[in-house]
């Protein structure tokens, strides 16, 4: 999970090769110009035939692997002169919105449960066939990830927080103690065993990127 960093690491993915696919319940508009280069879905409608999709090819890959008894999808890129698999990132902007269900409908309610069973599944079982999720969110609270999800998360990035917020993300006040106050594009990343890491962000300036 990696709060207020959806964008560049979407761009990042197009960059290396893989296939971006962005959820922006939020109707789009902050990403409209990406529409040349990656899905973009703005409804729970339409997102829930793609992770069904997605759930489909990564049993097909799954089985592919197992049958040719390679262990992970790069290892099975890695031989000359074959077929090969993308990977491909699900990118859920603003995570919050997605998974909230205050006010829902019964209807909205079970569309978010279906959404949460295809996402626990990619998380837990996506990352050997190369599906992998990337979800942002810019105010995290104790809701925002279902625990069946945060519980396959890998990796765990936040930005400049109070200390709240930095345990929310972190499980940790790192965030808190170690960002200098007033700081841009600075992370504090989670190695694991109380080991976190200060990076520095690139500057992404949207407006020189090529769309084309």
């Not at 959820?23 to 409804?43: E, Q």
């Not at 890695?78 to 919050?96: G, M, N, Q, S, T």
């Not at 504090?188 to 065993?193: D, E, N, P, R, T």
């Not at 962000?201 to 407006?207: G, K, P, Q, S």
Request: hydrophobic residues 40%; glycine residues 6%; negative net charge.
């Amino acid at each position: 999970m990696i709060p207020g960093a959806s964008k560049p690491r979407s761009y990042q993915c197009i960059t290396w090769g893989a296939v971006p696919i962005i959820v922006d319940l939020k109707g789009g508009v902050g990403f409209s110009r990406w529409a040349k280069k990656c899905r973009v879905i703005t409804s729970i409608e339409d997102l829930l035939p793609v992770l069904e999709e997605l759930s489909e090819e990564m049993a097909h890959r799954e089985k592919v692997l197992a049958e040719r008894h390679y262990q992970d999808i790069d290892e099975y890129n890695a031989r000359p002169k074959a077929h090969r698999f993308d990977h491909i990132v699900l990118a859920i902007d603003e995570a919050a919105e997605l998974f909230d269900k205050t006010g829902a409908g019964k209807a909205h309610k079970a569309m978010i449960e279906q959404a949460e069973q295809y996402i626990t599944s990619i998380a837990r079982r996506g990352r050997a066939s190369g599906l992998h999720l990337l979800l942002s969110t810019q105010r995290p609270d104790s809701n925002t990830l279902p625990p069946q999800i945060k519980a396959n998360v890998s990796f765990s990035a936040c930005g400049m927080a109070n200390e709240v917020l930095s345990k929310i993300v972190l499980d940790s006040t790192a965030a808190a103690d170690l960002i200098p106050r007033g700081k841009q594009g600075c992370f504090v990343v989670s190695q694991g065993a109380d080991n976190y890491v200060v990076t520095q962000a690139y500057y992404f300036d949207e407006w020189r990127l090529d769309y084309d």
